[in-house]
């Protein structure tokens, strides 16, 4: 799936060829070049920089300085690339692009974890994720220190409220899924999100799920809850959760604690690809 994410990102930028590097810069040019960081965070994405220059030209030699989950400031060279010039130029903004927004994730990621640090909650990450690239930003997010909840609809049956509804009620919809489950021979888990304390004990009355989620639950309400849950039902809080009030959810004794914002509201880490010459 990452080669062909690459593959198309290559195909999207590059089109019929860069005409501005095949017109200004002869062919047979070498040059090196180094990821230089101009801000702070966690970086991210140098194991795929890595892919995606030896995608376009195997001849380019990648030196890595910085290993991705490391911390990173203002300053610091990451790696340095050497090879055809021309192949230099036609992966940097790709490179740029992909590496800014992963290493935006896992910094998120790090501040997150770093606030639930000691707690026994679990970072999960959600499917709110920018299409096409999600195996990228999952993998930032692992960087980051958090863990991947599942990587679409197909690796986990996850009963919503718009599920529960279209099925008719809780009930009938754990109970067609476990049906699904058998008749199609599946090793999948099934999650069943609930809304409030009454949906929760029809749940509790059927059980057959692997895990709750606790839906816009408050800490408080949870803490109320999680007794009545039987220790093999593994939990999750989603739904309202900020850096400012995850410590006090983490401290519920939860399982995980599902956020979309690691993927969908972060803002780009400060990065550039500069050419290097040698005196």
Same mark, same amino acid.
């Given at each position: ?26 062919? &047979?040019?070498?040059?090196?070049? #180094? ?9 991210? @994405? ?14 380019? $030699? ?15 060279? !990451? ?10 130029? *036609?992966?940097? %903004? ?6 800014? %927004? ?24 959600? %499917?709110?994720?920018?299409? @096409? ?12 220190? @958090? ?6 609809? +197909?690796?986990?049956?996850? /009963? $919503? ?7 008719? @009620? ?9 049906? +699904? ?6 090793? =999948?888990? /099934?999650? =069943?999100? !609930? ?13 057959? /799920? ?9 800490? #408080? #309400?949870? $803490?109320?809850?999680?007794? $009545? ?6 939990? &999750? ?9 995850? %410590?006090? +959810? ?10 979309? *914002? ?13 050419? !290097?010459?040698?005196?």
């Amino acid at each position: 799936m990452i080669d062909s994410i690459i593959e198309l990102a290559l195909k999207e930028d590059i089109g019929e060829g860069d005409h501005t590097s095949l017109s200004c810069v002869p062919e &047979e040019a070498k040059g090196e070049a #180094q990821l230089l960081v101009k801000d702070t965070g966690i970086i991210a @994405g140098v194991e795929l920089a890595k892919r995606v220059f030896n995608h376009y030209d195997d001849q380019l $030699k990648v030196e890595v300085l910085i290993h991705d989950g490391s911390s990173v400031s203002p300053g610091d060279i !990451v790696f340095r690339v050497e090879g055809s010039s021309r192949s230099i130029l *036609a992966t940097e %903004r790709l490179v740029l692009n992909f590496m800014q %927004r992963m290493s935006a994730i896992a910094s998120e990621t790090k501040k997150v974890t770093d606030i639930i640090a000691g707690t026994e909650a679990s970072l999960l990450d959600t %499917r709110k994720t920018t299409p @096409g690239i999600r195996a990228l930003e999952k993998w930032a997010v692992t960087i980051g220190g @958090g863990h991947n909840h599942r990587y679409g609809l +197909y690796d986990m049956i996850m /009963i $919503k409220d718009n599920h529960i509804d279209y099925a008719g @009620g809780i009930t009938k919809a754990i109970e067609r899924a476990n049906a +699904y489950i058998d008749k199609k021979k599946l090793k =999948i888990n /099934i999650e =069943i999100e !609930v809304r409030n304390e009454q949906e929760l004990d029809e749940v509790l009355s059927i059980q057959k /799920i692997d895990r709750i989620m606790l839906d816009n639950f408050s800490p #408080q #309400q949870i $803490k109320d809850v999680l007794p $009545k849950i039987p220790a093999h039902i593994e939990t &999750e809080a989603s739904g309202g959760i900020t850096k400012e009030n995850i %410590r006090a +959810y983490a401290e519920t004794g939860v399982n995980f604690i599902s956020s979309g *914002a690691l993927t969908h509201s972060v803002t780009s880490l400060d990065l550039s690809l500069k050419a !290097v010459f040698h005196s």
